[in-house]
């Protein structure tokens, strides 16, 4: 089970950390991930980080601005978001998968992420 939280109304230029507890995921060699959904269109990866090395990938499109992380202790993965702008709102969703570049296998709900100018 991953549960998203930390999203909500916020200003451009904004910070913003988004956080998802993650239960029951099948073991420590998994991967968890973020995507993303804007109003219209499809789901975009963001990124995503090793459980156990703590190894990262991103999309090209956000490198810069936004930066993985885990706290393995409170199995709990972040997504810090600096200078957002009108483009970052959507819906962030937790994954999980066997490892980096397959992180789809489990979903959370997703927390919306309102960004305004």
């Known amino acids: 089970q991953l549960v998203e939280s930390g999203g909500g109304l916020v200003q451009a230029g904004d910070s913003l950390r988004l956080s998802c507890v993650a239960s029951?995921?099948?073991?420590?060699?998994?991967?968890l991930g973020w995507f993303r959904q804007a109003p219209g269109k499809g789901r975009e990866f963001v990124a995503a980080?090793?459980?156990?090395?703590?190894?990262?990938d991103y999309a090209d499109s956000i490198k810069g601005r936004f930066t993985i992380s885990r706290a393995n202790a409170k199995n709990t993965v972040y997504l810090q978001i600096d200078s957002l702008n009108s483009e970052d709102t959507a819906v962030y969703y937790c994954?999980?998968?066997?490892?980096?570049?397959?992180?789809?296998?489990?979903w959370g709900r997703g927390t919306q992420v309102t960004v305004s100018s």
């Open positions: 994954t999980a998968g066997p490892g980096l570049g397959y992180v789809t296998d489990y």
């Open positions: 029951g995921v099948p073991s420590n060699n998994y991967a």
């Open positions: 980080i090793s459980w156990s090395s703590g190894n990262t």
